[in-house]
């Protein structure tokens, strides 16, 4: 497995899987994920979550962070959002918009998205409308590809198959998981 951490130019072989979240507040939730995926060979893992990252007041560094988020995104066919119950992470509520709107669209460079939202997020019924939203315009083979799970080691075990889909798929679809 490749690995690409920001702020680092994502590069290396497809698919290449995305992990979105939560990172100011929150657990580093990406790291265990990686440690999960660790086994997974002719990949490339993009995380945005620096090592060393103390953005303090400095509106440069913070910019420069969402702008390497918005470019990898679109480099990455399979994308990761992973909701926690730490905080609100309101840039993850746009990046997912976003990929759902890839996803409705069908653009094909958009494989899989895995959808994962702890079931004490504080938004968990405005990401489950959005997904729900989503899925009323796609077809129902797309549908029957949405998973879903409230807890982290199924959202890993989520992105494993994802990433087994992806070489096998030349079309988007969904895989996603939503606490209740």
Same mark, same amino acid.
């Given at each position: 497995? @490749?690995?690409?951490?920001?702020? =680092?130019?994502?590069?290396?072989?497809?698919? /290449?899987?995305?992990? !979105? %979240? !939560?990172?100011? !507040?929150?657990?580093? *939730?990406?790291?265990?994920? /990686?440690?999960?995926?660790?086994?997974?060979?002719?990949?490339?893992?993009?995380?945005?979550?620096?090592?060393? *990252?103390?953005? %303090?007041?400095?509106?440069?560094?913070?910019?420069?962070?969402?702008? *390497?988020?918005?470019?990898?995104?679109?480099?990455?066919?399979?994308?990761?959002?992973?909701? +926690?119950?730490?905080?609100?992470?309101?840039?993850?509520?746009?990046?997912?918009?976003?990929?759902?709107?890839?996803? /409705?669209?069908?653009?094909?460079?958009?494989?899989?998205?895995?959808?994962?939202?702890?079931? @004490?997020?504080?938004?968990?019924?405005?990401?489950? =409308?959005?997904? @729900?939203?989503?899925?009323?315009?796609? %077809?129902?083979?797309?549908?029957?590809?949405?998973?879903? +799970?409230?807890?982290?080691? @199924?959202?890993?075990?989520?992105?494993?198959?994802?990433?087994?889909? +992806?070489?096998?798929?030349?079309?988007?679809?969904?895989? !996603?998981?939503? %606490?209740?």
């Amino acid at each position: 497995m @490749d690995y690409c951490e920001a702020p =680092t130019t994502v590069d290396g072989p497809q698919p /290449r899987v995305f992990l !979105g %979240g !939560g990172i100011m !507040g929150c657990e580093d *939730w990406q790291s265990a994920a /990686r440690q999960e995926l660790a086994e997974e060979k002719d990949m490339t893992l993009v995380n945005p979550r620096q090592a060393e *990252w103390y953005p %303090g007041d400095n509106p440069g560094i913070r910019k420069a962070q969402v702008a *390497w988020e918005y470019k990898s995104l679109r480099k990455c066919n399979v994308c990761s959002m992973w909701f +926690s119950n730490a905080t609100l992470q309101p840039i993850c509520m746009f990046e997912l918009g976003v990929l759902l709107e890839r996803f /409705r669209v069908r653009d094909m460079s958009l494989r899989v998205l895995v959808l994962g939202v702890h079931p @004490d997020y504080e938004r968990e019924f405005d990401v489950n =409308t959005q997904v @729900d939203l989503v899925m009323r315009g796609v %077809g129902s083979i797309t549908r029957k590809r949405f998973l879903q +799970s409230d807890c982290f080691v @199924d959202h890993v075990a989520n992105i494993k198959t994802a990433i087994k889909m +992806s070489r096998k798929m030349s079309g988007g679809s969904i895989v !996603g998981e939503a %606490g209740k």
